[in-house]
């Protein structure tokens, strides 16, 4: 099945 | 001081419209060149970013950086007493813990002002760095509202396919399945209407349908939306303002 990814993995917290 | 002078109170409602189902409240950071928002949702999936340059004003100055928590939802129904066609000028004193708005209207001699507690609010901010795109779709944003629309009848997921010449929309689910293709057009009577489809690299990416209905609220901003992805990457979503702009990034879903 699809699985929902989240921004952190790409961008990360500043 | 901050003061900022919209020709048309319309413009601001649109973008409120556009963000205020995606995050509830947000920091507003005004400069010397204009206001900039990031936002992102709670659950983390998709990230707002707002761009009002100084340009798109009627009449703008900010003589320090002032950062304005702002609660949508509230921002909101305030800037809906006033009409689409009245200047609206938004006001604040360095420090300040109010919000002023006020609205002009343009034939009868009326002034309405109110003003809009502020919030402290502490965000999550990310680092959007400038990514690589393989894949710019452009097209018209009325009919990318009624494919993201269309196609969330049948599933809770989008999937985006880009070749040379043509993007594929489509959607699989219990009741069926559908698919819509556009292929590259230049209309010269109605360049509203162009599509554009620029490829580096093909593209197979799926959306999650409830996120992009959110993001299609911000249709009425612009004519054209502009869609640019990258393989295993966030999609980005970006609806041009007279000056400036409003953008999603969108986490894509993927395969377990």
Known sequence: GEQQWSLLPFFGLL | MLEGKF????????IVE????????????????????????????LLISLLIEKDTFEEYRCDRNITLG????SFS????????SDYLTIQAEDD??????????KVKDKISEYNLKLLDID????????????????????????????????????????????????????????????????????????ITISLDKPIDLSFGSKYLSDIIKATSLSQKVTIKLTEDSPGVFEYKLPS???????????DE
Do not use: W
């Open chain 2, 123 to 194: 965000a999550d901010l990310l680092e959007v760095d400038a990514m690589e795109t393989d894949a710019t779709i452009t097209l018209p944003s009325a009919d990318f509202a009624k494919i993201c629309k269309d196609m969330k009848t049948l599933s809770e997921s989008l999937q985006i396919t880009v070749t040379k010449d043509s993007a594929k929309f489509q959607s699989a689910g219990e009741i069926g399945s559908g698919s819509v293709v556009i292929k590259p057009k230049t209309d010269i009577d109605h360049p509203e209407e162009s």
């Open chain 2, 18 to 45: 556009a963000m205020k189902d995606c995050v509830s409240s947000c920091n507003f950071n005004c400069t010397e060149n204009g206001i900039s928002v990031q936002a992102v949702d709670n659950s983390r999936v």
């Open chain 2, 244 to 254: 400036g702009y409003l953008r999603f990034y969108l986490a894509p879903k993927f």
């Open chain 2, 77 to 84: 129904k305030i800037i809906g007493n006033g009409a689409n």
């Open chain 2, 70 to 73: 702002i609660g949508l939802g």
């Open chain 2, 96 to 105: 300040a813990d109010t919000l002023g708005i006020i609205f002009e209207d």
């Open chain 2, 7 to 14: 020709e048309e109170a319309s413009l601001l409602k649109k």
